[in-house]
């Protein structure tokens, strides 16, 4: 099969500690600035440190070193250390970190996997070389969760019956690396007592496809992350459409925590026949409802 166009990914080098660096995708970030004051938040988690005003909004800052189990910084630190104003899941979070380094610019085939020993709890979703440093990609979506656990709870759906049973009657193949994003993926589908198959990275996802292919029971609907080490959402939905007569083509569902109407404008150019932002069950499950019509 043909690779797709090239689709250079930035990441964005900060510091939680004086060691290894960690790297965020630029897609993510508002704005870069200096540490401010902020106003205490009553009874929130122990990360949040506060709230400060961003373009007119109160913005939560969230301590990223405390949040995934490193010590917080100190009154001293953060006089010195920045805030990276995110968009993420359709609000906007600041993280608060011991320094940024630069902007460096890598392809998702060249992020490898974090090792599986660092188990299902570590804030990881890739590693990438540079300068001879292994640069640690952040799971967001897990740390928010911890941070914010009722985030990860989705609110009841409710479809008519024949619906239910038309999602019943559907192969459908959910691809995410981020195991908090799996999980809403499959509650989702879970609640309505509907199957599905899922993997981890779009390599396995393209095998699977192949594999349901010969069985004769191709996937219909694909339901995929766009950023994921190997094979990223992008590139999986160019190869499923390049395939030709090896695929019976699938109703294709970019799922992403990206905000950005560039990513989605991309989705539409390597083939994706709709781009989401993470997550709304009922705004998924309605998608998944029109591929149906489609395929």
Not at 27 to 49: C, N
Not at 69 to 76: A, I, K, M, S, V
Not at 112 to 117: A, N, V
Not at 183 to 202: C, P, R
């Amino acid at each position: 099969m043909a690779e797709g166009t090239k689709h250079p990914q930035k990441l964005l080098l900060f510091y939680l500690t004086n060691q290894r660096p960690f790297g965020l995708g630029t897609l993510k970030i508002r704005e870069i600035m200096p540490f401010v004051p902020l106003t205490r938040l009553p009874h929130s988690h122990s990360a949040v440190i506060g709230t400060m005003s961003f373009r007119g909004s109160a913005v939560p800052v969230i301590d990223m070193a405390a949040a995934v189990g490193y010590p917080p910084l100190t009154e001293d630190e953060r006089k010195t250390a920045s805030i990276i104003v995110t968009d993420i899941q359709r609000q906007e979070i600041g993280f608060l970190v011991r320094s940024v380094r630069k902007i460096i610019e890598t392809e998702w085939k060249e992020v490898l996997p974090p090792p599986r020993s660092l188990g299902d709890k570590a804030f990881i979703t890739g590693l990438v070389n540079f300068e001879d440093q292994i640069v640690q990609l952040l799971d967001v979506e897990l740390l928010l969760a911890r941070v914010y656990p009722e985030s990860i709870n989705p609110r009841e759906v409710v479809l008519t019956d024949v619906q239910r049973e038309i999602l019943k009657g559907l192969n459908i193949l959910l691809v995410d690396d981020s195991q908090v994003a799996r999980k809403q993926l499959s509650d989702a589908l879970d609640s309505k007592d509907v199957s599905y198959f899922v993997t981890t990275n779009g390599r396995d996802a393209l095998d699977l496809m192949l594999n349901a292919d010969r069985d004769g029971k191709p996937i219909n609907i694909l339901v995929s992350d766009i950023e994921m080490p190997g094979l990223d959402g992008y590139e999986l939905t160019f190869n499923v459409r390049d395939s030709g007569n090896a695929l019976k083509q699938p109703y294709i569902i970019l799922h992403t925590s990206l905000n950005s109407e560039m990513s989605v404008s991309y989705a539409k150019q390597v083939g994706a026949d709709e781009a989401l932002t993470k997550f709304d069950a009922e705004e998924l499950l309605h998608a998944i409802l029109r591929g149906a019509e489609q395929v």
